[in-house]
């Protein structure tokens, strides 16, 4: 008898097992149902965005999984070519073999090394300031320190072209927020005087713009942070290591170190990256692209220390990486020809471009937008500049706004003049073939 009901209890939990992914079933079908169909508008408007395979060392010379090879690489952050650098390399193997592949733990457990402390050291000393305090990215740089430094008694002022992770940072805290119109200093203006009630008031603005290549007024910025009482931050991604006469970014440019308070960067863009020099054979590795940090006062980088939930929560930076950072800086520090080499090469596209007809944003950095308008035909030249070994990548929407869809062009100090006019050849041959030009 207690067999016949254990048989019964059995087929009842089978039944009802099943009875649950049934329903489980059906939810996941209208799932898939909802994002298939939404995959499909984003294919249908010409914004898929599809992930090229490279199969060689990130550099200025690529070979793709594919087949492609020989391939020119003008869409990397590698500005300086350090991610490229026989030293750089050297450095990151020396940390993997000394101070192993990773530490299994957040800072303030035991994920804290001697070289995590060199590189913070080296960082304030970089940006001539107090203390530095690294993360696992820029994104969590930025995601970390708004929630950790404003309360509701205070106020931020963004600019509203500033990068998704500033945004997103800026979400997470409970501060006043107000979202002034790009590089527009009459609205920075106005809303520095609405926000005279708040406590604190922190502007804050990505040093250079990277979709549009443009760097913010910071002498301006500065000046009205001064009027207005309050603190200015900087997200120097597109900047640390090259912008300013000894690359120490755009508050160097612009002279005003003694009036920025606050900077964010990454290490991996120009101090760094995920390269082996094409010739430079890596035995391990190539140095991962990973690390952000933030730098400035000692009394904020304490408080971000205790308080800041993506450094708390997170695991330490790998020692490769930080060797990879430290020695990078190294480089720049001993010298500010890397920095000076890439403008040169920024200004020969730049003007070979315009004298070929095309219109490209900013000025004077080497991000170069191409500007199309169009998603699909900045999609369908993106392309065809590949089938001709050029390896560019078209930007849209969400990315960029509505009808702003360009082509964008980061130049290193790693190309060869030949690779540039290869490009603006490549480019004026698509560009008429589509009907960019005339
Ligand atoms: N801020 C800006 C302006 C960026 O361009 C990026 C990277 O795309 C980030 C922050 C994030 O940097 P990371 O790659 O270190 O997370």
């Known amino acids: 008898m207690w067999r016949a009901a254990a048989v019964r209890t059995l087929r009842g939990a089978r039944s009802g097992a099943g009875a649950l992914r049934a329903a489980s079933g059906a939810a ?5 149902r909802r994002l298939e169909s939404e995959l499909e508008d984003i294919r249908g408007a010409g914004t898929w965005k599809s992930e090229r395979v490279i199969a060689s060392r990130q550099g200025p010379h690529l070979r793709l999984a594919d087949g492609g090879a020989g391939i020119i690489n003008f869409c990397a952050n590698n500005y300086l070519g350090l991610s490229s650098h026989p030293e750089v390399i050297r450095a990151a193997v020396e940390a993997l073999e000394k101070f192993g592949a990773g530490l299994s733990s957040v800072r303030f457990i035991c994920g804290t090394q001697s070289i995590h402390k060199d590189l913070e050291e080296k960082i304030a000393r970089f940006h001539q300031r107090e203390d530095a305090i690294l993360y696992a990215s820029c994104f969590d740089a930025n995601a970390g320190i708004f929630e950790a430094l404003l309360t509701p008694e205070d106020a931020v002022l963004s600019d509203e072209l500033n990068h998704a992770s500033i945004i997103d940072g800026i979400r997470l805290c409970k501060a ?9 200093m009459q609205d920075l203006e106005a809303k520095l005087k609405e926000a005279q009630k708040h406590r604190l008031r922190l502007v804050a603005t990505d040093g250079a713009f990277s979709m549009d290549g443009d760097i913010a007024p910071l002498r301006e910025i500065c000046q009205l942070a001064q009027k207005y009482d309050a603190l200015v931050f900087i997200d120097e991604c597109h900047a640390t290591g090259f912008l300013g006469p000894n690359g120490r970014g755009t508050d160097e440019l612009l002279g005003v170190m003694d009036k920025v308070t606050i900077i964010n960067s990454t290490l991996g863009k120009a101090l760094g990256g995920a390269a082996g020099h094409p010739g430079v054979p890596c035995p391990i590795l190539s140095p991962p692209s990973a690390g952000g940090y933030t730098t400035g006062p000692k009394p904020l980088i304490d408080l971000l220390r205790q308080r800041s939930r993506p450094y708390l929560f997170s695991n330490s930076l790998p020692p490769a990486v930080v060797g990879c950072a430290s020695k990078a800086l190294d480089l720049l520090m001993e010298s500010n020809a890397i920095a000076q080499s890439m403008a040169a090469k920024t200004q020969r596209f730049r003007s070979k471009m315009t004298a070929a007809g095309f219109t490209i944003s900013g000025k004077d950095h080497p991000i170069c937008p191409v500007m199309l308008g169009d998603a699909r035909l900045a999609s369908v ?7 001709r070994g050029i390896y560019v990548i078209g930007f849209s929407y969400p990315v960029v706004p509505k009808g702003k869809a360009r082509i964008r062009v980061q130049i290193s100090a790693v190309h060869s003049d030949e690779d540039i006019d290869r490009c603006v050849e490549a480019f004026t041959q698509v560009g008429r073939k589509h009907g960019a030009l005339p």
């Open 176 to 184: 006043n927020k107000y979202r002034y119109r790009h590089m527009d």
């Open 381 to 387: 030249m993106a392309e065809d500049m590949l089938n």
């Open 28 to 32: 996941a079908a209208q799932l898939r």
